[in-house]
């Protein structure tokens, strides 16, 4: 346990909690939606400092991120908590523990030493914070990425996009690249299914990519619920205007999971369909996820179409660019390391 970063001492004992943009001001012995902060007597504490859930090795491609080191392993850690209430989470084991079961908080204590030696060991060049929402696990990541960032290795949150402008501007000096969930493009989706709002989500991504952060987006496509035609339009258009159209876009398939069990998986033709209004919209690089064997796990140079990067599932078979050109017409192939 220690005093958590990013918080506001107010009148009578309570706090408010400035890491995401929930906000929350919590009153004496209480904790915040998260689960995972609690104010004693008037000092917020993080309770997850270093108690981590889940510590794996992982293709970078399982992030998803497809256009930095690809390739590579990345050292991927995670403590349990979340800011979002997702009816669909994929992780709720882990990131919903504490409000599902009574606030329990486990995990096996380590040092941002310890997981920078172990990444350095593994031959990782990256380490993702993720499986959770890392902006719970802030105190860690930001110790952690500060070490990393020392030793060459590079820094990657897979998150919701809900921190504070605040938070992302502290650890933006050692954080290279994130992939972001826009998970929806209305806000009652974002208020119904995820128990949040969109807007700040947008800004986030936007702050992001000024601050000059590496982004890639993700959207689980979930039948009924946000694959409205029009809605994707007007997310693919905020992408490509708001973000840039070199922004890569990842819609992945939706199983039924956690408290969403009354629909479908979504069809491959609607993946296929949302792929296609992203290339429409000026996208250069939108993906299928969760299809293994598509077309949309690979990279197609956007001006000569040639395939350039082959992946099947997590793994490059071919990786036809050279020093960030196609080699075949040398148009530039956006991303990191390519
Ligand atoms: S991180 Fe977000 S959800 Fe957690 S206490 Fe802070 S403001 Fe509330």
């Not at 973000?243 to 039924?256: D, M, Q, V």
Request: include cysteine; hydrophobic fraction near 35%; glycine fraction near 8%.
């Amino acid at each position: 346990m220690m005093e958590a970063y990013l918080y506001d001492a107010l009148d009578d004992q309570k706090v408010m909690c400035n890491l995401c943009n929930h906000r929350c001001i919590i009153k004496d012995g209480r904790r915040g939606i998260c689960g995972v902060r609690e104010n004693r007597r008037g000092t917020l504490e993080t309770l997850v400092y270093g108690k981590l859930i889940a510590r794996n090795i992982d293709p970078i491609e399982k992030k998803p991120l497809y256009h930095l080191l690809p390739s590579s392993l990345s050292y991927s850690i995670a403590t349990v908590g979340c800011n979002f209430r997702c009816l669909f989470c994929q992780n709720a084991d882990i990131a919903q523990m504490p409000s599902d079961r009574n606030g329990m908080i486990t995990g096996n204590d380590y040092t941002p030493e310890e997981i920078v030696t172990d990444a350095v060991k593994g031959g990782c060049k990256t380490i993702s914070y993720t499986y959770t929402e890392p902006t719970v696990f802030f105190e860690f990541a930001y110790d952690t990425a500060k070490l990393a960032g020392a030793k060459g290795i590079q820094n990657i949150f897979v998150t919701n996009g809900y921190m504070t402008a605040e938070a992302l501007k502290m650890i933006n000096p050692y954080l290279d690249a994130a992939n972001v969930d826009l998970k929806a493009f209305n806000e009652d989706f974002y208020k119904t299914y995820c128990g949040a709002k969109l807007e700040p989500v947008k800004e986030t991504l936007k702050l992001m990519k000024s601050l000059g952060i590496f982004v890639e987006v993700t959207t689980l496509l979930i039948p009924g619920l946000n694959d409205d035609k029009k809605e994707l339009e007007s997310l693919a258009a905020f992408l490509a205007d708001d973000l840039g159209s070199e922004t890569p876009w990842h819609i992945s398939r939706f199983h039924p999971t956690y408290k969403l069990t009354d629909r479908p998986s979504t069809p491959v033709a609607t993946l296929l369909a949302a792929r296609e209004i992203g290339i429409r919209a000026g996208l250069k690089y939108v993906y299928t996820g969760n299809v293994p064997g598509e077309n949309g796990e690979k990279t197609f140079c956007y001006k000569c179409g040639k395939i350039l990067i082959d992946r099947w599932g997590f793994y490059v078979r071919e990786n036809l660019v050279k020093d960030n050109r196609c080699s075949y017409c040398g148009a530039q192939i956006h991303g990191v390391g390519l």
